[in-house]
Each structure stands twice: as structure tokens, then as C-alpha cells.
């Protein structure tokens, strides 16, 4: 017998070991309000639980002490003594009391999230939340049992390999204990043998994807009663250079989003419900692939995940900047996701790494570092594929390209830099240039503060309607090239960045289509819903929070997966449209107006109104937005230089190329470090080359004068 007690209640909590006061349940974190409120100012150091073990607690045979996740370095006391210390802050993780065990017990568990040389993540754009932030778990087993500490294993490791012609599994059953027999159960078969038992299931049902993610269990018991079991899917996953994903044979794009697991208030101290929320939020989405960034997520979200069949790509925090020291704990980091997340048939991919060369040279350092966990996964999960997330900088002829089975791209072409037509542009290079490699889009996305609005929405304003915008360009984008092997929105839900501030919020990277609190769906979630949610006939009025217009005619726009949109105002009926997931009409605003749309049996209804000035509180930027209404009254001489062409346009002609080079140097000089890597970055001038003067100047802060001041000089100079 197996007994399982959650050590929830009874700990005591503080930031010295003697004066550990505060009462406290688990999970827990110490950064739920400081890691989200933005000044990069979050208490990163040490701090202790305490708990006093009952006599009824510490019975059985064998005793071990679970912890489900301590971030990021942890160290276990029983009685005073050290038992344990790990490093890493997403793993499970287990140690033995048996033998250390007293009448009366204390545990103490000091939990570090501090600043590291050697743990990842180090430097990363969110919030490294520090706390004994999942379950406690004592384990109490027979002294016969199966194995509980090699890398926090679950001690049964399920293989299925599945024949789609002949519609069978060979599932091989492997087992760690330290008993001499076993007896291993699958679909109803039971053997009895030493450790490792191999079955075969005539006319499998196969986990198939969101359509139908079936699980098989296999259980193993041993004789003294130790027992543990796992589910299983039988599926087969494979990618194609031109076709892109395949499950179980056919084709079957993977499109989806991101998530980080954090929550506004409760940092990444989680409840089941709060899982199963976000796996809702999923489903109603539509997407059939989740990326669980940047991190081992828990375990019953991988659980979740196999239930509603939605292909996963798992990940280690080896992130952003490679650090020499870190090797070790990469390959620690990988062993424990691929040990813990075997079983799991949703998880397709591992990732080794994510933007590892935005803060790194792509030295033999760090490309040894990639090979020894490239050979890890392989060594370790034979029947999976390793991939990347690079940055958008990295030359696509880098060697680093070729370590992992597949690659991926983050991409932020018209958020940080560049124009959205830029992401089309790179793809189709790479895939001309690399016809036989695999390569998806790991992250793409647009910040967006719901309070925000604008009916001339444009980069960096933060508005609702410009991150739709966005994901339009995208989900085009996305829809034209299948090659794609997936696509992962950045991402499903506003997170904590403790560093950021900006659009409005402190601490929130706001590219999530769901806010942080999960309370609000911002328009371009249902974009994605209208595109891949076929199940759920809906419709949905944009701009529901954009209420005061300032403007004679509006533009309503409608998402909806239906192929016919009416549109009535005041009750009128105004136009009819066919069409796919976008519907656009233009209104003309007098006063108030009720808007209804219709699609089928569905329909959204919403209130704007006409105004007479713009509305302040809609936006955030105000020198940026008055930059961008002056420029567009302005006239242009199309055959002379101006502002609307492109850095590389101008770069070409010897006398308007000078002034704008002397004018960036300038800029450079004045921003030290950043502009060096900009200046040396051959990819980066490329895409700048792109830019148009306007965009560049706005995006590198410049008044509205010195813009005025050099259009006019580019106006005197004839093409
Ligand atoms: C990235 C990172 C991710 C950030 C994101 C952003 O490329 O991988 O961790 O949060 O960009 O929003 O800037």
C-alpha cells in the first residue's frame, strides 16, 4: 500500500530560519503582489518553511518527502539535518526521511530564488517567482517499492509504438523497483516479470488529437502492494519540411498559443481550478497546440492537456543568455522534464532553448551546450523530436540551425521592430533558401491594454485594435504558408514581467489575448476563436470597449466563424456580408447607436456613440499619436526623399543616405551598448533596411521637431 498525504495546512513561513512566523498554506509564493507590480523590485533571496511532522503523518515502512515545485533552489532539514538541495525551480522532486525520522519532527525547507550564476533562468522576460509554489507530498510506501528518487521519477515508463496499417500498439512497459517481480497490467492483460513487459493492442484506438484524445492505462503492482500507474496514448507524430505536421498520417497543422502558467494575484501558486480554467479558455479557443513556456509546467497540466488532446511542446528555462556555468543544469533541468513527462502523450517536442543567442554569442561554449542536451533528449526519448525557439536576429545559415531535429522562430516583425509584411518575407527566404528543414513560428504577438483605443491603430500604441490588426496580418500570413510545422501566439495570457512597464500597466507583458486575471477576452481572441473554433457558432462585435468615436463614419468590424454577418443599427438592418472570420462595415455615426450583429443563430450587440473631441483616456502614447496626425496632414512630394521611405531606400542615394547615417551615428552614440549590438548585427541592419524612416524615428523615441526637421531636408533631395 502507497499512502499520499498533501502537506497543505500547519507551515509556518518567514525570512529567517529561526523567525519563520507567518502562517501560511501551500502552494505558496512570497512574490505574488511584488513579482507583479512592476519596478523590478521583487524580493529575490532566501526564505524558510517550517512544519512539524505528526507521529500519524511519519508512519509506514519507507518515507518520502515530495516537493512539487520549489523555486528555484531549495534545501530539506529534517531534525536539523541537511538531507537534500536541488536546483531548479519547475521540477518535482523527492527525498528520503526514512532513518532520519524522531519521535517528533520538524522539517524545514529553505527555498532561494536569488540570483544565480548557474540556475536557469537568469535573465528572462517574466517574473522568476520564488516559494514552495506547488504540492508537498509525503509518500509513504512498503519497504519493497518502486523507485521515487532517480530524477523524480513516476518508476514506470510507457513506450507505445503504433502501426497505422495494421491498426496496432507495441506498448513496452518498463518499470524501476526493488523487488523481483511485477506484475504490469495493460487493457486487461496482466504480465508477471522482472521489470519490463511488452504488449500488443489489436484495433487501438488512437489518441487523437483534439478529435479523440483516448488513454490507456498500464499499472504496475508489486507483491508487497506498491502499486503506480500512468496513462498513456497511442499516436504517431511526425513533421514534413513542405507539409508540416502530421498525426497519426494526416496532415494537421499545429496552431495555438503559449502559455505561462502565472496568475494575476496568486503569482504561479496554483490550484487545480485555476489549471482547468486556463484549459477551458483552450478549448473555447479552438487551438489544438499549446507551447507551455519557458518551463516544466505541473504535472496536472500535462494531464489536462492529454485529456483534451492538445499537442504540447515542453521546454527548459534555458533562456536568453547562455551562462558558462549553467551546462549542468540545463542537462539537469532536461533529464527531470523528459523523466517526469515521458509518459504524457500530448508533448510532440522538447526545446532546448529559447532566444538563447539574444544575449549570447553563438560560441562552441554554447553550441556544445545544445548538443549535449540535443543528445540527451535523443538518448532518453528516442521517439521525439528536439526543436528551438530562436530569436529573430540569429543568421538562418547559424550552425546552431542544425542541432535540434526541428527549428522554430520568434518573431516580432510590426511589435518591436520592423513591419508585419517582414514575418512573410522571412519565412519565404528561409523556405526557399532551407526546402528541407522544419521550421515553425514559436512566437508572434502584439502588446494590448483593453482600455486603449483608436480608429487609426498603429504599432507600439497599445490598443486593442492594433494587436487585432496584428493577428489578422498573422492568421493570413499562417493560413498561406502550411509548411509552418506550428505556430504559437505570444501569448494566450497577459504574465508578469516585473521588469516592464509601459502600455499603461506596471509589471505586465500585455501580449496575451486573455488578461491576467483571466477576466477579459480582448478582440483578438476571437479572431482565433472565429478561426479555429468550428465547434461553437458564434459572433463577435469588435471594439465593444471602444464607446466614444470620434469620427463620421466607423468601421464595425466582426469576427465570426460563421460564413454570413448582418449588421443592424438602431435596429435597421445595414449589410449583409459572406466571408471568412473577418467582416468589415462602415457605419455612419451620428449619436448614439445600438449595434447588433447577427450570424446564424448568434448575436452580439454594443453601444458607441459619436463625440465631438477624441476620448483622452483611449490613449496611452499621446506624443506618438499627435506625431502620427500631423505627418499624415502633411504633404509629400513623392519624387523627392521623405520620411515614408525606407532606411534602405535612402541609404542608397550618396547625399540622403549620408544625413540619415550621420543622424543615426548621433543616435548611437547616445545610447551606448544597445546601438553597438544593433551596429554589429548584420540581420538587424537587414530588417531596419526595411523600416521606414518614420517608423524607425518613432520607434527610437524621436520628438515630433527633429522628424519634422528632417523630412523637410530628405523633401530637398530629388529621387
Ligand atoms: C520573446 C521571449 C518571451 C518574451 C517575448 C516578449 O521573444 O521569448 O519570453 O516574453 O519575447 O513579449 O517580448
Not at 538531507?83 to 526521511?97: Q, T
Not at 521546454?315 to 547562455?322: C, Q
Not at 544575449?359 to 562552441?364: I, K, P, Y
Not at 521588469?499 to 500585455?510: A, C, I, L, V
Amino acid at each position: 500500500m502507497r499512502n499520499i498525504t498533501v502537506l497543505t495546512d500547519g507551515w509556518f513561513f518567514g525570512r529567517a530560519r529561526e523567525h519563520t512566523g507567518e502562517a501560511v498554506t501551500l502552494p505558496h509564493t512570497w512574490n505574488a503582489v511584488d513579482g507583479q507590480d512592476g519596478g523590478n523590485d521583487y524580493y529575490r533571496g532566501t526564505c524558510w518553511y517550517r512544519r512539524a511532522l505528526s507521529a500519524e503523518e511519519t508512519k509506514g515502512e519507507r518515507l518520502f518527502l515530495e516537493l512539487g515545485g520549489a523555486a528555484h533552489s531549495c534545501e530539506v532539514f529534517l531534525n536539523g539535518e541537511t538531507l537534500c538541495r536541488h536546483e531548479g525551480g519547475y521540477a518535482a522532486f523527492r527525498v528520503e526521511l526514512t532513518g532520519h525520522l524522531q519521535e517528533n519532527n520538524l522539517l524545514e525547507i529553505s527555498v532561494d530564488n536569488s540570483d544565480s550564476d548557474h540556475v536557469y533562468p537568469q535573465k528572462a522576460d517574466f517574473t522568476f517567482y520564488g516559494g514552495l509554489y506547488r504540492d508537498v507530498k509525503l509518500i509513504s510506501v512498503p519497504a519493497e517499492h518502486f523507485e521515487l528518487l532517480k530524477d523524480g521519477t513516476p518508476g514506470i515508463k510507457v513506450t507505445p509504438v503504433v502501426d497505422l496499417e495494421k491498426k496496432t500498439a507495441t506498448v513496452t512497459v518498463e518499470t524501476w523497483h526493488n523487488g523481483k517481480s511485477v506484475d504490469i497490467t495493460v487493457n486487461g492483460e496482466t504480465k508477471t516479470v522482472e521489470r519490463t513487459a511488452e504488449f500488443v493492442i489489436e484495433n487501438v484506438r488512437l489518441w487523437d488529437g483534439v478529435d479523440d484524445p483516448y488513454l490507456y492505462t498500464a499499472a504496475a503492482k508489486l507483491p508487497s502492494g506498491d502499486e503506480v500507474s500512468t496513462r498513456f496514448g497511442c499516436r504517431v507524430f511526425a513533421c514534413d519540411p513542405e507539409k508540416g505536421f502530421f498525426l497519426n498520417g494526416r496532415s494537421y497543422p499545429l496552431r495555438g498559443v503559449s502559455r505561462h502558467q502565472d496568475r494575476k494575484g496568486k503569482g504561479n501558486a496554483l490550484s487545480y481550478e485555476d489549471h482547468a480554467a486556463d484549459m477551458a479558455i483552450i478549448r473555447e479557443l479552438g487551438a489544438n497546440t499549446l507551447r507551455l513556456a519557458h518551463y516544466q509546467h505541473a504535472p496536472e497540466f500535462y494531464d489536462l492537456c492529454d485529456e483534451n488532446g492538445i499537442v504540447v511542446w515542453a521546454e527548459i528555462p534555458y533562456i536568453t543568455m547562455h551562462m558558462k556555468n549553467g551546462r549542468q543544469n540545463t542537462l539537469d533541468q532536461m533529464r527531470e522534464l523528459i523523466t517526469q513527462c515521458y509518459n504524457h502523450p500530448c508533448i510532440a517536442v522538447w526545446g532546448l532553448s529559447n532566444e538563447i543567442t539574444a544575449a549570447s554569442a553563438v560560441n562552441e561554449d554554447l553550441l556544445e551546450n545544445h548538443r549535449l542536451l540535443n543528445e540527451l533528449c535523443h538518448k532518453m526519448d528516442p521517439t521525439r523530436l528536439t526543436t528551438m525557439a530562436n530569436v529573430f536576429m540569429l543568421e538562418i545559415d547559424s550552425p546552431i540551425l542544425e542541432i535540434p531535429d526541428i527549428n522554430s522562430y520568434n518573431l516580432y516583425f510590426g511589435w518591436y521592430l520592423g513591419e508585419l509584411g517582414q514575418t512573410d518575407e522571412f519565412f519565404d527566404e528561409y523556405h526557399a533558401k532551407y526546402p528541407d528543414r522544419v521550421i515553425g513560428f514559436s512566437e508572434y504577438g502584439a502588446d494590448a491594454n483593453p482600455a486603449f483605443h483608436s480608429a487609426r491603430p498603429e504599432k507600439g500604441d497599445y490598443t486593442e485594435e492594433y494587436q487585432a490588426l496584428y493577428h489578422e496580418h498573422m492568421l493570413q500570413m499562417i493560413e498561406a504558408r502550411p509548411y509552418l510545422w506550428a505556430t504559437h501566439v505570444w501569448n494566450l495570457f497577459d504574465f508578469a514581467a516585473d521588469g516592464r512597464d509601459e502600455g499603461g500597466k506596471h509589471g505586465e507583458n500585455q501580449k496575451g489575448l486573455v488578461t491576467f486575471d483571466r477576466s477579459l477576452r480582448k478582440d483578438a481572441f476571437w479572431l482565433y476563436k472565429a478561426a479555429w473554433n468550428k465547434a461553437e457558432p458564434f459572433v463577435h462585435l469588435c471594439g465593444k470597449r471602444y464607446v466614444n468615436r470620434c469620427e463620421d463614419t466607423t468601421e464595425i468590424k466582426v469576427y465570426s466563424n460563421q460564413p454570413e454577418v448582418r449588421l443592424y443599427v438602431d435596429g435597421t438592418l445595414i449589410g449583409a456580408q459572406t466571408g471568412k472570420t473577418v467582416f468589415r462595415f462602415a457605419v455612419p455615426l451620428l449619436g448614439e447607436h445600438l449595434i447588433r450583429a447577427e450570424a446564424g443563430q448568434s448575436a452580439d450587440t454594443m453601444c458607441i456613440r459619436r463625440v465631438s473631441e477624441p476620448d483622452e483616456s483611449y490613449i496611452f502614447n499621446k506624443a506618438a499619436a499627435s506625431v502620427t496626425n500631423w505627418f499624415d496632414a502633411d504633404e509629400v512630394d513623392p519624387s523627392c526623399f521623405s520620411i515614408n521611405d525606407t532606411l534602405g531606400e535612402i541609404r542608397q542615394h550618396p547625399q540622403a543616405g549620408a544625413i540619415v547615417n550621420a543622424m543615426m551615428a548621433k543616435g548611437a552614440s547616445e545610447r551606448g551598448d544597445v546601438a553597438d549590438a544593433v551596429k554589429d548585427n548584420p540581420a538587424l541592419q537587414r530588417m531596419m533596411g526595411r523600416m521606414t524612416m518614420l517608423s524607425l524615428l518613432k520607434q527610437g523615441g524621436a520628438d515630433e521637431e527633429s522628424i519634422k526637421q528632417l523630412n523637410r531636408v530628405l523633401q530637398g533631395i530629388k529621387k
